[in-house]
């Protein structure tokens, strides 16, 4: 393998595996690469090590064996490049809207005039310039989480790690934060690693989804979603749009399939499951 | 505003309903003043005996502010570490609640034993009663950040000093002031259960907690009534002392302090 130093790839697996204490694996053999500007979705049963597989590549759980590397750099090292989005907003309650997003700039060290400058703009971008001042919960769930996007993208991250940001939202507000996202990515170029249960909020952003598979967690599918950008409300009503949500659909179903008849396979042995799994 | 009107004038009908309740109960029953003084008595011995029984007050505020104080630093502290040592925690943590379930009745004639009588003794019992739901509530305020905010940190490498300043205490606030809340409200009756025992250095002068068992022994019952009226107050003032802090210092961002913002 030859390395160039223009094409490092935002991030490259190299056999990442990941055990925990008592031997059961979570991840095995992770392999691949995800070019720079590139917005990849992981999608998979639950219990196949998504979450896992994203903190993995914040540094934040360290792997068993492989490699990970971000622009060439191990995850500790490649943090300054890398964004983390939770789950939930993950806001500060004391703090106010504006002293929630100058927080990953305030802990980098940078000087006041200089964050409070980045800050202004980031707001502006993301529209929260009108509730700088409030508190966290004065904001509907929504808002929150794009305060939550806001203090991600202040620090002008080359990676964004998203950990299913939008899962607790209803409908209409994951739509618009989606379309949002993208807008955002138009405007500074990041790479997005973003995890999600939910197939069409996975094609309607991403580039590739890559469709992890349980027992152990490994890639199943690697399937490009080749839609034209930018992508609005009609990319949604599009034929092409169903057909690869199908198409997705379909792949992620086998492989849900598949989980659920080891599961119930009870003679088979944890041995001979994971031999099984190995592409020897 | 106007639910806080009527608040207040049912909580003055209550009080004047108690007050001829009282009366009627002396009258009907033919009591003497020695066993139940009648309002009118009280308030007598409230105005006749003011500069003693101020006296007394401010000595028992004194230790409990003193002790609830002493326990806030230390409590904190001790908290701290618990709260970055883990080890220590899971070491010295069942001595905190030892210091919960131990009878302060129990330890009060010791300390007597040892220091003597006088407000320090009476601050240490207060001090002692206060300082274990300081410890277990800023303890637990403390630890239970959440673990995705643990790592936000972590994702700019911060410090375990930005860590604990910028997340941990912050986070812990409410807690410390749910355990001083609960500790104010036993810390009167700490100074007072002290200075049952340990009282006073100066023949004549003591807290409400001295003056209460020399009253007793004295028969003068209206007295009795009168310092039992000022360790009412006393406890409430302590009380509402801390819920004001907690709601200035908390209501901009915390829905439990929300609760008196709304009245």
């Keep these: ?280 | 505003m106007k639910r806080l009107g009527l608040t207040l004038i049912s909580a003055i009908a209550i009080f004047g309903g108690l007050l001829l309740l009282w009366q009627s109960i002396i009258w009907i029953f033919a009591l003497p003043p020695y066993l139940l003084p009648s309002p009118a008595r009280v308030a007598h011995a409230v105005i006749a005996r003011f500069p003693s029984l101020v006296a007394s007050l401010l000595l028992t505020a004194a230790a409990a502010a003193g002790g609830l104080l002493a326990a806030l630093l230390v409590g904190l502290v001790i908290a701290l570490f618990f709260a970055q040592f883990p080890w220590i925690r899971r070491m010295l943590y069942p001595y905190t609640i030892l210091l919960q379930t131990v009878p302060i009745v129990a330890i009060a004639p010791m300390i007597l034993l040892w220091m003597g009588s006088g407000l320090g003794s009476v601050t240490l019992i207060t001090f002692i009663i206060c300082l274990a739901p300081i410890i277990a509530n800023t303890t637990q305020g403390l630890i239970s950040v959440d673990r995705n905010m643990v790592d936000l940190f972590l994702m700019h490498n911060a410090s375990r000093a930005q860590v604990l300043l910028k997340l941990r205490l912050p986070h812990a606030m409410p807690s410390l002031f749910t355990g001083v809340r609960i500790a104010s409200g036993i810390a009167v009756i700490g100074a007072i259960t002290g200075e049952l025992f340990a009282g006073s250095s100066r023949v004549g002068v003591g807290g409400i907690g001295y003056a209460i068992q020399y009253a007793s022994a004295q028969l003068e019952t209206d007295y009795l009534f009168a310092l039992v009226l000022a360790a009412t107050v006393l406890g409430f003032s302590f009380f509402f002392t801390v819920m004001f802090l907690e709601w200035y210092f908390l209501h901009s961002w915390h829905e439990s302090a929300r609760v008196i913002d709304q009245e």
């Excluded at chain 1, 990941?18 to 995800?34: H, P």
């Excluded at chain 1, 090292?77 to 939930?88: G, P, T, V």
């Design chain 1, 1 to 280: 393998m030859t390395t160039r130093p223009i094409a490092v790839p935002a991030i490259d697996f190299d056999r990442a595996t990941k055990r925990y204490g008592t031997g059961a694996t979570t991840l095995e053999s992770i392999s691949s690469q995800v070019q720079r500007r590139e917005f990849v979705s992981i999608i998979g049963p639950s219990g196949c090590g998504k979450s896992t597989l994203l903190k993995m590549v914040a540094g934040l759980s360290p792997i068993t064996s492989g490699g990970i590397a971000i622009h060439g750099m191990t995850p500790q090292k490649a943090r300054e490049l890398i964004s983390f989005i939770f789950q939930d907003a993950t806001l500060l309650p004391w703090r106010t809207i504006r002293q929630n997003v100058v927080l990953g700039l305030e802990l980098d060290g940078m000087a006041r005039e200089t964050r409070n400058a980045k800050v202004d703009a980031v707001l502006s971008l993301v529209g929260l310039s009108h509730v700088a001042g409030s508190f966290p919960r004065q904001l509907s769930g929504g808002m929150k989480m794009r305060v939550s996007i806001a203090r991600a993208l202040a620090t002008r991250p080359q990676l964004l790690l998203l950990d299913e940001p939008f899962a607790a939202l209803d409908e209409m507000t994951r739509d618009r934060l989606n379309e949002e996202l993208l807008r955002l990515r138009d405007e500074q170029s990041w790479t997005a690693l973003f995890v999600t249960h939910s197939v069409s909020e996975a094609v309607f952003l991403s580039t590739r989804v890559l469709i992890l598979a349980p027992n152990p967690g490994r890639i199943a599918h690697d399937v490009s979603i080749d839609l034209p950008f930018p992508r609005t409300e009609s990319t949604r009503r599009s034929e092409a749009f169903e057909r690869t949500i199908a198409q997705v659909s379909r792949a992620l179903r086998s492989v849900s399939a598949a989980a659920v008849a080891t599961e119930n396979g009870a003679s088979i042995s944890d041995e001979a499951r994971t031999a099984g799994a190995h592409p020897a």
